[in-house]
């Protein structure tokens, strides 16, 4: 029985569906051609039970009982298939729910929408958004280093490399990255640990910064910013369930990487609290105190330290870094460095020191024993390049056959963006004296640092002249994390609204004054306390603007709500 002869004993609708061949086999959907059924397969369909112009009972000519699962189902233009979707929010991944990252949370998606509204006319007590949320250096208009950015154009689109305008020393930087690419081109694959040339300029580049203390190209894994390093250290890390679930030391106020990765991962956050009054510095008897609570409900394997701090801004002294690769011998805990700001250093007496080079200076007893990975990238310092996302980690005294498995975890995400790798090799191999480019490149790398160092030391004195705001030096990286008092009535009123009080106050100060900052129980802090981290990125005159506004919000807010 042909398609249209059906059409012709059904309804005019039903030979609607039937031209358009939609058709429900055994209780699931399929579509096809009406003109492609074949003629075994027409003459077994009868309209279905379920739609408006068929009854149970009726059947058409010559179908048998048996072949009365195969229906034919109206649809309508407002109709859809009755199957469940396979992933909802109740059968998905239930530890990706847990995730949270603070620094693209709600505040900033409100200050996109608020973006949009401005731009289509809506009246607002300010005319832009001044987003101090993240470190994104090149975005609040810092500029790229001009010999960064004629290497990678030169890598890019070799036939520059014919052109007279670049300078020598970044053609030769170029020759030296294409030739170690496949095909000579960026666009090939690498080696999964990175390109071969890169990772013995990294290693150069520790010896020299470490003060000649050897490092092993081998040891040197190129990656996707720091952050992609972060994650498949702790990948490596994470095993176990119930008391013997790893857990993980992080410092709070922590930067919510770690919080998330550990909460995709199913690890233990286990919390140790940076001393506010002691200007964010790390105290040995809270480390202490914090691996004791968490062995009674976890296994405790590693600790995270932020050397330049994020969100806090501190250095750590020489001596709490020893203090803490001493614990970490002691208590047997995998070390993890977060160094991605050791170039952004500005109170006066502070310097970076490098985990690595302290643990060597403490001698084999530590050197030879304590497991270490220290991460970089070329997204923070003076760079600011963060949308390259290059990046490296070192591991020290790992175990052989557990390096064997990184290398294979690493290998199939394939290799790190090669663009990224070409620029961590540019700030590991920067212009030498003696170069066309040396000059301007110390210029501006110079100028960034100062204006960094300036902007430090600007935001610190105007919030410190705010009533009911505190805020600790900006020793180095790129953020202050001040502390500010909010009134009883303010509190209150936030938790009936279900949000934190630090959250309360940063969405009203984004909805009256255009400053998106971040509250810090995004990143947590001490029960009872109130925080924002602001970046000190944007432009000298902005930043005065962005102060300027949060001390005028400051003293309306607490007014308002006292």
Not at 16 to 42: D, K
Not at 282 to 294: G, K, P, V
Not at 403 to 412: D, E, P, R, Y
């Amino acid at each position: 029985m042909s398609a249209s002869r059906i059409g012709q004993m059904l309804p005019s609708r039903s030979s609607r569906v039937i031209s358009r061949g939609i058709y429900r086999f055994f209780g699931s959907e399929a579509q096809y051609p009406a003109g492609h059924l074949t003629s075994g397969v027409r003459s077994m369909m009868i309209p279905s039970p379920l739609s408006p112009f068929s009854s149970q009972s009726r059947t058409l000519s010559g179908v048998s009982e048996p072949q009365r699962g195969l229906v034919q189902e109206k649809m309508t233009d407002n109709e859809v298939f009755s199957r469940k979707k396979v992933l909802t929010i109740d059968t998905m991944n239930p530890t990706v729910k847990k995730v949270e990252y603070a620094v693209r949370g709600p505040i900033v998606q409100r200050a996109v929408q608020i973006e949009k509204e401005l731009r289509e006319g809506v009246k607002k007590p300010f005319t832009e958004v001044i987003k101090a949320n993240i470190g994104d250096a090149h975005a609040m208009g810092q500029q790229p280093i001009t010999f960064f950015r004629q290497v990678l154009a030169l890598c890019s689109y070799p036939e520059l490399l014919n052109d007279n305008i670049f300078p020598e020393d970044a053609k030769n930087r170029a020759r030296h990255i294409l030739q170690a690419c496949g095909g000579s081109s960026m666009g090939a694959y690498s080696a999964s640990q990175g390109i071969d040339c890169v990772r013995q300029d990294v290693a150069r580049y520790i010896e020299r910064r470490d003060g000649g203390v050897p490092c092993d190209p081998d040891n040197v894994y190129l990656t996707t910013g720091a952050s992609d390093g972060i994650v498949t250290m702790l990948k490596l890390l994470v095993c176990g369930e119930g008391a013997s679930r790893t857990g993980v030391m992080i410092s709070i106020p922590q930067y919510p990487l770690y919080s998330a990765a550990l909460a995709e991962l199913g690890a233990v956050q286990v919390n140790y609290y940076l001393n506010e009054e002691k200007c964010w510095s790390m105290d040995l008897s809270e480390l202490e105190r914090s691996l004791a609570e968490a062995r009674k409900h976890c296994n405790p394997k590693a600790i995270c330290i932020i050397n330049p701090g994020n969100p806090t801004g501190q250095v750590q002294s020489r001596q709490c870094i020893e203090d803490v690769i001493r614990f970490a011998a002691k208590e047997r805990l995998f070390l993890m460095a977060d160094e991605v700001y050791q170039d952004n250093v500005y109170a006066e007496g502070c310097q970076f020191h490098s985990f690595k080079k302290v643990l060597f200076e403490l001698g084999p007893q530590y050197s030879n024993t304590v497991e270490l990975a220290s991460f970089h990238s070329t997204s923070k310092c003076y760079m600011g390049e963060c949308g390259f996302r290059g990046g490296y980690m070192e591991v020290i005294n790992m175990d052989p056959e557990v390096k064997a498995q990184l290398t294979k975890l690493v290998s199939v995400r394939l290799c790190p963006p090669v663009p990224g790798q070409a620029l961590m090799d540019l700030v590991v191999n920067s212009p030498q004296p003696g170069e066309p480019s040396y000059t301007t490149f110390m210029k501006e790398r110079t100028a960034t640092l100062s204006l960094l160092a300036e902007k430090a030391k600007l935001t610190e004195e105007i919030l410190n002249t705010v009533p009911g705001i505190t805020c600790n030096p900006v020793q180095g990286a790129m953020y202050s994390f001040p502390n500010i008092s909010l009134p009883k009535k303010a509190i209150k009123e936030a938790k009936a609204l279900g949000q934190a009080p630090d959250m309360f106050y940063c969405m009203k100060m984004l909805e009256e004054t255009g400053i998106c900052l971040v509250p810090g129980s995004g990143f947590g802090q001490k029960d009872g306390t109130y925080h924002f981290r602001m970046t000190i990125l944007p432009p000298t005159d902005k930043l005065k603007i962005l102060l300027a506004k949060v001390k005028e919000f400051h003293q309306k807010f607490t007014q308002q709500y006292s």
